[in-house]
Every structure is written in C-alpha cells, then in structure tokens.
C-alpha cells in the first residue's frame, strides 16, 4: 500500500471490530491512532474556517454512519434549471484526502473532520434491498459525490465488496469517480461491464496548479489504461473545465491525448462540465489558493441555479471546442454535458439530452428510493 | 453557572449607539415585550438574567430592544466583559440573520476603527458583514481605506459590493487601483474602471459586444445582462395585428445576419 498523509487517524470505538478498523490498526503506527467515542467532534455546528478545513483534510474518524447511504444525486434537486442524469450516490465517507482549489465541498461540508464508515454491511445491506425490488431499472450509482472513490480505497478495500454485488445485477451500473490512481486493488474482479470507473481530467497544466495531491495527468492515463485492461468500462469526466490564458491549447491536447490512447468503444462516456461554485466558495478558495490559483482569470456570473458560472457564451464556446475536437476525431465519441442548462444542451450538441444516442436512459424517470420516499413524507 | 445582574441604565450606555432605539424606556418595552421582568426603582431597574429563567434569552431583548444594529456596537455586546459569559455569539447573530462565521467575528472587529458614517452606510444599504467579509483578506488599512471612501458613496448596494469585492481582488493581485479609485465620491464610472482593470478581456468573451446588428428602424434594442447571460432588450410598439406581423417578420431578417456574423467570429 503506498503511504497516506493523515496527522492522526481517529477511530469510533463502535467501529472496533469493523474491517477497516483492523486494516488501519495492520497498516499504520499505533501513535498514529486514537480511539475516541461516538460524541468525538459532534459539536461543531456551521461552516468550517479555513484552518477547520484544512485540518479536516489531514485527520480522519472512522465511524459507523446513522441515516440512509443511499440517495439521489443533489443535481436532481434543480431540475427546473439544469438538466441533470438519473444518478443516485452511495456515501461510504465524507471529505476528501485530496485538495482540489475548486473543490465544492469547501462549501458543502460543515463535519470538522473527514470520515470513512465503518458499516459498509448496511450499506450494502441497502442497495441489495433495492437491486431486488428493482433488479431490471437502469440506476447508476456513484460512490465520489463527498469523497473520492479510490483515493483511500487501498485502506477500506470497499470497491472489492461492491464489485461482486453489482456483477449479479447487470441492470445497475456502478460508478468510481476519482483523481487518484489507486486502481490496482480490484483490478483481478474484472471483467465487470457495468462497472465503470471514472476520471475526471484536466489538462495538465489545470492538473499542476489547481488538483493538488491527486496524481498527475499521466498517471491517471495509465490507470485508465489499467481499467480497460482489466474489463471494466472507463468514462471521462472533463470537468470543471477552466478558463485560462492558452486554454484552447491545453483542453486540445487533453483530447488529442485522449483519442490517443482510447477508443470511443473504450470510453462508456465522456462528460463535460465548466466551473461552477456556490458564491460563499468564493472567500474560501481565495483565502485559500490566492489570486493566482487559474479559477480566478475569468469573471464568474450568479446563474438561475443560485452558482457562479461563467458566462453562457464563454461556456457555450468551450464545449464547442471541446466537443468538435473528438466529432472532428471521430462522431461515436458519446458526448453530455453536466449540469449544464437545456438551451446549453441545445446550442452546443443540437438536440435535448432525451435525444442523444446511447443517453435516454440516464433521463428516463425511476422508481424512488428509500431516502427520496422518507424525506419527501417529511416534507409533507 | 452564567449569572449577571446588568443595569438597564448599563445597557443603554453600553451601546453608544449609533442606532435610533437607545433609550431607557425602549429598553424597558423590550424587555416586557418578551415578558422578561425588571425590579427596582426607575434608576437602578436591573435586568435580571440567569439560567434559572427558562425564557426569555437576553439575546432576543436585545434583538428586540435594537432591531437595528451596526457593526461595531454588535461587536462591543458580543465582547462585553458581563454580556458575554451569558450571551451566546451565535444566538444573538441569528436574530440578526448573519451566519457565526470566524470572518464575520473578524469583519466585526475591524468595523470598530470605520468612522459612523461609514457604519451608518452599512446600516442604510442593509449590508451584513457576511457580504463584505472578502475584504478580511486585506490589510486592515486597506480595509479602512477601502471602506471610509464607500461611505460617501452613493452607488447601490450591489454596486457598492461588486466594486468593493472587485477593488479587493486587485489589490489582492497586487495591481494599483489607485487612479481609478482617486475621484471621490465613487460612482458608476469607478465601477467600470475597476472591472475592466479586473478583467480587461471580457470584452472578447462575449458576442454580443462584438457584434453589430442592423435592427429595424422602429424597434430599439439596449444590451443588458441578466446573471450569467448577456443578450439584447428589443423593445417595439405596435397597435394592430398587422403592425405586429410586419414587425416580427422585419426582425426575422436580423437571424441570419446575427447567424453569419456569430460564425465568422468563432470561426
Ligand atoms: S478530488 Fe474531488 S472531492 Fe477531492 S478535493 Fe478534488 S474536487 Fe474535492
């Protein structure tokens, strides 16, 4: 296992016997450790300084999680402003041992402290009682919506108990989404076709500047290689694509590297998104990254959706590039857009998301799931 | 256990008020308004807060006593040697509607050393320290002096924050704003200078300030940007259907003409 840079990895005594309790306990220096109750860090209420946050990067709790793991992707929550993809995600932790300058959780989280659960059994437990209600509905399920995949997966080792399950139900798609390159523990489950491992990638001057702890642009490539080897299908997400001097250079090297190395038949999907942050990110990533930090070099618009995105035409104009790119390369590139707003969608592919081949089912309506049916009676 | 015994009279001196409420007898409905009790003589009536009273909190008499409050004397209660072992921050904050960050704690602490006027503009345009909270990243003289010339300004409130979030991200970038922001007191014009000296390539992201449409002769159209678009505002009268039919089909020709030049500039 290669080495973590954790100041101090607390573990929730209820999580004692728990496997990846006793994996922590193999892998690192019993000083390294402490063992803390279920209250440890309860109390902090409200948004995190940017010394909270930072701490929260380096410390991590291992405890079990209390609430549903599995639930539908916040996207979906602002249909009326942006056409999002039926995407539901699986919570195995929250925070992120990498740091991205754009990275939305500095606005999102208020836990002082990363976490990995402990109790993957009720995770499973959960999403098993799903694939058998609805074994034949198309649900994708990511596991990197407040936390990376794979970046601490050598640890939790949990990519290799959800592989097996997604195998018997061929219908459901299962999604890794990471910057790490941390890919060779499951690499001898494969092949699995519906389980899809994903990178979102930036050229690598965006790489160098803005993804800091995450591996560079060329590693990433070769663990994406990894994975198509391996029988599992690969996707890109190009997102946030960021505005900078010399950016239409480095996104076509990104593509030309690309079509260099994949297939469109290795690729399941290419997404592309722009950046976009909530406004009260704004202090934080300054105070954080600086001025210089490349989000910074064009002006950011509040949108319908309450985030700052770039204006429509610069944005427009970037998935144009990037989208012609691979068209030009070759059409059967499967190309969307993230997040992004119905007359986006129509000015840039020409068509609405339902239309696009090979895309309808990421659209089609599904069953709800269990945390979708208990908050919607709480609203009631 | 937090228990203080405060004159009202105490109270009221406390808070030097810049604000309109600051009379005893403000004070006195306040604290009756919320069914809190005082005892003694008109001169010596105290407040008496302590644990054993379930309800109400000092925080909501003194929200209710100063529905209005600026910065600075917010600051001062929030650190008063009695008040604060009975008050607490995030309570009295959220009467406020400001959210207990470290930065507003810091944006509080500065507002001390801004003159009145200044703390009275921040009371008139509603401003919450959690909007201004940007300019912690400054130097606290840069801070002031950012804000004493905005007190005298009478730009908007969305102005007054886009300018100011604006200025501190140049000076942030270590790029003299001064010409721009000499001519006092601010106004639109500094508005404009400070962005373009912002963002001095804006200007080529955007079509619509590139290009230029014939519109027909009876319809008047002004660009405008509404949040992350930039478009056009056409604006025509008409009095009977065909007036209508005749427009829309003389603003159909501008498509292709708006169509061409689009491609050629991406092109
Ligand atoms: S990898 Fe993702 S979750 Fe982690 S810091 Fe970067 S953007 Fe945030």
Known sequence: MRPFNFDTIYIDEASRDSDVAHRIQAAFPSDKIQWVDSQFMNDHKGPLSKDQFEWSKRNVLVTPFKGHFFKRCPGASQKTALTCCNYYVLNLGSQCNLNCSYCYLQSYLNTAIMKIYSNIDMAKAELLDMMKSFPKYPYRVGTGEIIDSLSMDELTLYSRQLIPLFKEFPHWTLEFKTKSDRVDQFLDLGPVENVHVSWSINPPVIIDSEEHGTARFEQRLTAARKIVNAGFKLAFHIDPIIYHEGWKENYAFLVDEIVRNFSPTDLKVISLGTLRFQPEQRLMMRERFGMNSLVNQAEMFTSDSGKMRYDWHLRTEMFQFVLNRFKNNNPAWNIFLCMETPETWATTLNKSPMKVDGLENLFRPLPKVKSETSESATAR | ?267
């Open chain 2, 1 to 267: 256990m937090n228990y203080v015994l405060i004159k009202t009279s105490e109270l009221t001196e406390l808070l030097p008020l810049r604000c309109s409420y600051q009379t005893e007898l403000d004070l006195q409905l306040a604290i009756q308004s919320i069914g809190l009790g005082s005892k003694g003589s008109n001169q010596t009536q105290y407040l008496n807060y302590g644990p054993q009273l379930q309800s109400p909190h000092l925080e909501a008499v003194i929200a209710r006593f100063l529905p209005e409050i600026d910065y600075a004397s917010l600051f001062m209660i929030l650190n008063h040697e009695k008040l604060k072992t009975c008050i607490q921050s995030n309570v009295l904050l959220s009467h406020y509607q400001i959210p207990p960050t470290n930065h507003v704690m810091k944006t509080l602490e500065r507002s001390t050393a801004w003159s009145d006027s200044t703390l009275n503009w921040l009371l008139q345009k509603k401003i919450k320290p959690h909007e201004i909270s940007f300019l912690n990243l400054l130097s606290a003289a840069e801070c002031n002096q950012l804000m004493e010339s905005m007190g005298s300004s009478s730009l908007s409130k969305m102005d007054s924050l886009k300018l100011l979030e604006t200025a501190s991200e140049l000076l942030l970038m270590k790029i003299d704003i001064s010409a721009a922001l000499n001519t006092q007191p601010w106004n639109e014009k500094t508005v404009v200078e400070i962005h373009a000296l912002r963002y001095p390539k804006s200007f080529t992201f955007n079509p619509v300030k590139q290009i230029e449409l014939k519109w027909p002769k009876n319809i008047s159209t002004q660009t405008k940007r509404i949040q992350d678009k930039m478009g056009y505002q056409v604006q025509f009268f008409v009095s009977h259907p065909e007036e209508l039919t005749q427009t829309l089909s003389q603003l159909e020709k501008v498509v292709p003409d708006w169509a061409s030049k689009l491609e050629k500039l991406n092109s």
